[in-house]
């Protein structure tokens, strides 16, 4: 009982300290529309192959991109599994360039088996982050006295904490299904000024919006032997898309402190929602030593509305691919153990910028996973390599560099002491 009020103690400040540490971990200027970054849907085996998970049956991580893989944790393994990146990312548009670092919160969960016939997990996920602070300057040529400056800010994002289960059907299908509870502050700002003309006044437009609601994943995997030591494994999750639960305020300030401010702030009625989304993956397992897998996913944001505005966004489409390698599950070095992850991906993401497609995003991974002296849990390394390309010479470029670590501890709880 102590282990179970230890355990449930350290996922509650984890929680907590996620929820804080969430915050603020993204400069990319994209992420001045809609929701933001949306956040992958990956532990830290899935994130280094690509994030391939739909198809993943690993009993020794948390998989919950797909809440059917929680029937693959054996009858006496408890998992707690958590994750941190860090980052640096350089933005051109072709001009100039800016260097930004940041740390980000990944994901913490817990999973255990309940029955033969069931897994359960909870966890807290991020689910987009928004942060970015630009400055535009407008120059009239004709008459400088009107030459402005605005400043962009904003900051926020959305979490969710989830519930989970799976059931397996038969031998070789088993079904799942997320509850999640969704919420979050989005605040942005536009401040106008005149540099060259005292005599006009600044002008600052701000809006925050409260968002929360619920989230529904559901998930199915079935597993095909093709003899002793091959295995195929089909996947797939849906995810229903729905308005949000949103109450929405604007703040508009002419003048200043100096000058004397004119405040005026008012609620808003905005809809808000989120898409459906549909994903499909397939893994082949060799010897449960080689695993090889892709996925594909899709979701409908153009079919969303934000905002009252229903064409705001593109659909947002991903493919990636990805494999991980262990030399000799039951060799005697260390290094037999080793896990070697590699992948790939590409990504379109939502983001709409004067009626077209904002940017394509590729990216591509690796890492280890390097297991704990007498334990069964994992130390895991990533690093990833990611490019957006603008689809527009004037939109901008990112390239970001990620190092991602995880800690999953995979522990002997459910099991009966013998005394003699």
Known sequence: MIRYRQSLL??????????????????????????????????????AMGGVAYGLR??????????????AVDSLTFIFDGAVSLQNTNFSNGTLKQNAKNSSFDYVTMLFRTAPWCGMSFGLLPYSNVGYSMTEYRADEAYPENSSSVKYAGDGGLHQLYVGAGFKIFKNLSVG???SYLWGDISRSA???????????????????????YKLDFGAQYTQMLGKKHALTVGAVVSPGHDLNSRTSIETQVGNSSTGATVSVRDSVATYGIPLTVGAGLTYVY??????????????????????AKDAFCSRTRIGVGAEYIPNPMGRSYLAHVKYRIGAYFSQPYYKINGI?????????????????????????????????????????ENTLRIS??????????????VE
């Open 10 to 47: 350290v996922f509650l400040f984890a929680v907590v300290s996620g929820v804080a540490f969430a915050q603020n971990n993204t400069n990319s200027p994209y992420t001045r529309y809609g929701y933001g970054q949306l956040s992958d849907v990956g532990s830290s085996n899935s994130k």
């Open 58 to 71: 690993d009993g020794s991580q948390v998989n919950f991109a797909n809440p059917a893989s929680y029937t």
């Open 177 to 179: 299904a997320n509850f």
């Open 191 to 213: 401040y106008l000024t005149f540099p060259s003309d005292a005599n006009q006044l600044p002008f600052l437009r701000a809006s925050s919006a409260s968002l929360h609601s």
């Open 287 to 308: 010897d449960n030593r080689l695993t090889v897998g892709a996925d594909f996913m899709l979701q409908q944001w153009n079919k969303t509305t934000y905002m009252n």
């Open 357 to 397: 497609r904002a940017a394509d995003e590729y990216g591509v991974s690796g890492g280890f996973a390097f297991p704990l002296l007498r334990t069964r849990s994992l130390l895991s390394v990533t690093a990833q390599y990611v490019r957006v390309k603008g689809k527009h010479p004037s939109f901008l470029d």
């Open 405 to 418: 670590i995880g800690i999953t501890f995979n522990e002997r709880w459910f099991f009966k002491s013998r």
